[in-house]
C-alpha cells in the first residue's frame, strides 16, 4: 500500500481537474507539484497556498522538458516555452506529458485543444496509450494527432450522462477508424494501464 507520490501533475487550472487536488496533496504528499503556468485563478492561488503550507515544491513545465524518474522518460511537448496564463482560455495552457519506459509509451494530453494539438504533432508524440483530450469534446483528438501518436489504446475521462454530450461521436468514430481500443471512465470506470516495458495491459477496476 503507497502512501507517497512521486509527482502530482496539474495539466491547467479548471475546477474539473484541480477541484479534488488539495485532498491528494494532503493525503498523498508528493515530492512536486507540476504546472505549465501560474495562473491568477484563485482556486489556483489558494491551492499554491495549501501546496507551500505542506512544503510541497511547486515546478513549471514547458515543452522541451525532459526529465528521468527511475527507468522512465517524460518529456513535456506542451504548452509552449512562450506561453502564458490566459484566464478566458485555460485549456490553451495544458500540460502535456509523454511518458515513456523502455519500448511503452503513454501520451496524457489534459485538455490540449486543435492548436495545441497541431503542435504536439510534430513532437514525437507516438504512443500506445493515448489519454484522450478534453474528455472526449470535438475540440481535440484530430486526426493529425492521432496519425502522429498511433495508440493501440485510449482511455477517455468523462462523467456519466454530462450536459455537454462527451464524448462526441465523431471522436469516438476516428478513434474507431483508426482502430483503438478506447475505454471510458462513465462506461467503465476507472481502468489502470500498466506499462511494462515491452507491453500495455488495460485492468478494469472491480465494478459492485
Known amino acids: 500500500e503507497f502512501h507517497q507520490l512521486d509527482v502530482v501533475a496539474l495539466t ?18 508528493p515530492r512536486e507539484l507540476w504546472l505549465s ?3 491568477p485563478s484563485p482556486e489556483l492561488q489558494t491551492l499554491l497556498r495549501e501546496a507551500k503550507a505542506l512544503k510541497i515544491p511547486i515546478v513549471l513545465h514547458k515543452a522541451g522538458d525532459n526529465l528521468a524518474m527511475d527507468d522512465a522518460k517524460i518529456a513535456v511537448l506542451a504548452p509552449p516555452r512562450d506561453a502564458e496564463a490566459h484566464p478566458s482560455r485555460p485549456n490553451d495552457e495544458s500540460l502535456v506529458i509523454k511518458i515513456s519506459y523502455e519500448a511503452t509509451a503513454a501520451l496524457l494530453e489534459g485538455d490540449a485543444e486543435k492548436k495545441t494539438e497541431k503542435q504536439v504533432a510534430q513532437e514525437n508524440p507516438q504512443a500506445d496509450l493515448l489519454k484522450v483530450a478534453h474528455h472526449g469534446s470535438s475540440t481535440s483528438t484530430i486526426p493529425e494527432l492521432l ?26 468514430d476516428r478513434l474507431g477508424e483508426a482502430h483503438v481500443r478506447t475505454y ?21 477496476a472491480a465494478l459492485h
Not at 491547467?12 to 504528499?29: E, I, Q, Y
Not at 482511455?155 to 462527451?166: K, P, Q
Not at 471512465?185 to 478494469?204: E, H, W
Open 184 to 204: 471510458r471512465t462513465d462506461m467503465n470506470g476507472a481502468v489502470t494501464f500498466y506499462l511494462d516495458g515491452k507491453t500495455v495491459s488495460p485492468q478494469l
Open 12 to 29: 491547467h487550472a479548471h475546477a474539473d481537474h484541480m477541484g479534488g487536488m488539495a485532498a491528494v496533496l494532503a493525503n498523498f504528499h
Open 37 to 39: 503556468v501560474n495562473s
Open 147 to 172: 496519425a502522429a501518436v498511433h495508440p493501440r489504446f485510449a482511455v477517455i475521462s468523462v462523467g456519466a450522462r454530462n450536459v455537454y454530450g462527451h464524448p462526441r461521436q465523431e471522436v469516438l
